[in-house]
């Protein structure tokens, strides 16, 4: 049996560690999430750096959660334990220019992404900085399927958004495309077909549609996973952009199915 909630006291593991996560999913009393995001947690990116969301409120109503969020967490990354902002910036446009454009590479890039960060030290660290902005995320539970309706306010024009619908990598290890079972996703992979992600273990498999993308907003949707030091996740994401500084009811639904293959 699924079961969804909002959880405080769970702040994840591995590189995202620390950061507050989405609505997140159980089945039989297994919580699902790993070092996944959980579902609707937002990323924001603007002016070569990315932003991440607190969660400040949840209202909990039968089936229904209504969150608010600031956008006030900076990912930060430090060599030899001193933070350097050219550093974040190069980073940050390596991975939104090259590595989410570069597909066929991601596994290799990822491999070599790690041995230069061991070797110079490198981590990741998040920043409390004044809120950037407001999100306001409305989760509807009905039986094994999530919808979400999300909203947001920034301070400034020309942001990318990023909506991510995270679970554990080590779970879900397969893929189903338009039917068929295949090897999971490397990476981020812009979706083709219908494209599911499948958990062997307990036999379910969980995918993603939009019901409306709002006027001014151009939406795209990827689906990936990794498993590498620090990283377990499997999900699907979608990348928003927005051409004011605020959208409303941006919303799809993440469905759940039984699959016994």
Not at 34 to 59: I, L, P, R
Not at 65 to 76: A, G, N, S, T
Not at 228 to 242: N, Q, R
Request: proline share 2%; hydrophobic share 35%.
């Amino acid at each position: 049996m699924l079961e969804f909630d909002m959880l405080d006291s769970y702040k994840g593991l591995g590189i995202s560690q620390g950061l507050d996560r989405g609505l997140v999913a159980y089945k039989d009393g297994s919580l699902l999430v790993e070092e996944g995001m959980g579902f609707g947690a937002v990323a924001v990116q603007s002016g070569g750096y990315t932003y991440f969301s607190s969660v400040k409120s949840v209202k909990r109503e039968s089936g229904c959660f209504e969150v608010v969020c600031d956008i006030d967490k900076r990912l930060d990354w430090k060599v030899f334990g001193l933070r350097i902002k050219p550093l974040t910036k190069v980073l940050e446009h390596i991975c939104t220019n090259i590595y989410m454009k570069r597909e066929k590479n991601q596994c290799k890039l990822l491999e070599a992404g790690e041995i230069l960060r061991r070797f110079f030290h490198v981590e990741s660290c998040f920043v409390k900085v004044p809120s950037q902005g407001k999100v306001r995320i409305l989760y509807g539970i009905a039986g094994n399927e999530v919808s979400v309706d999300l909203s947001c306010k920034m301070k400034m024009k020309g942001c990318r958004f990023f909506v991510m619908n995270e679970l554990g990598a080590s779970i879900f290890d397969k893929g189903i495309v338009n039917g068929s079972i295949s090897a999971p996703p490397t990476g981020w992979q812009k979706m083709n077909g219908h494209c599911e992600l499948y958990s062997s273990s307990h036999t379910i498999a969980f995918t993603i549609s939009e019901s409306h993308v709002p006027d001014g907003v151009a939406s795209k949707l990827y689906w990936g996973r990794e498993m590498a030091k620090g990283y377990c996740w499997a999900g699907f994401e979608s990348e928003i952009v927005c051409e004011s500084k605020e959208f409303e009811n941006y919303s799809y639904s993440i469905a759940f199915r039984e699959v016994r293959l």
